[in-house]
């Protein structure tokens, strides 16, 4: 007789929330406050902050460095539900 699989086991729990993830990029002269309430507008829900930093190229005495000269900070974000 086969076996009945495990409906747990089959469950991606990842599968529906990744394909309605949306990043959100700090723009210029934005504030942290406004670029959340630009996320909120657009009907979406912060649920992590990263920050990648920025790297200039840097030649002193024939060697190359990066130095770091900036950051970017990017909102990842999820449809936010509405409550009624």
């Known amino acids: 007789m086969p076996r009945k699989k495990n409906s747990r ?3 991606n729990p990842s599968s529906k929330t990744n394909s309605s993830k949306r990043k ?3 723009q210029d ?4 406050d406004q670029c959340l309430e630009r ?3 657009e009907g979406y829900r912060p ?5 990648e930093p920025i790297f ?3 030649s002193e005495n024939g060697e190359t460095s990066y130095q770091p000269v900036d950051r ?3 909102f990842e974000a999820v ?3 509405h409550e009624h």
């Open 24 to 26: 959100f990029e700090l």
């Open 29 to 32: 002269g934005e504030t942290i």
């Open 9 to 11: 086991n089959n469950r």
């Open 72 to 74: 970017t900070i990017i």
């Open 56 to 58: 200039a190229e840097v």
């Open 79 to 81: 449809p936010a539900k």
């Open 47 to 51: 649920i992590r902050r990263t920050e």
């Open 39 to 41: 996320i909120a507008k």
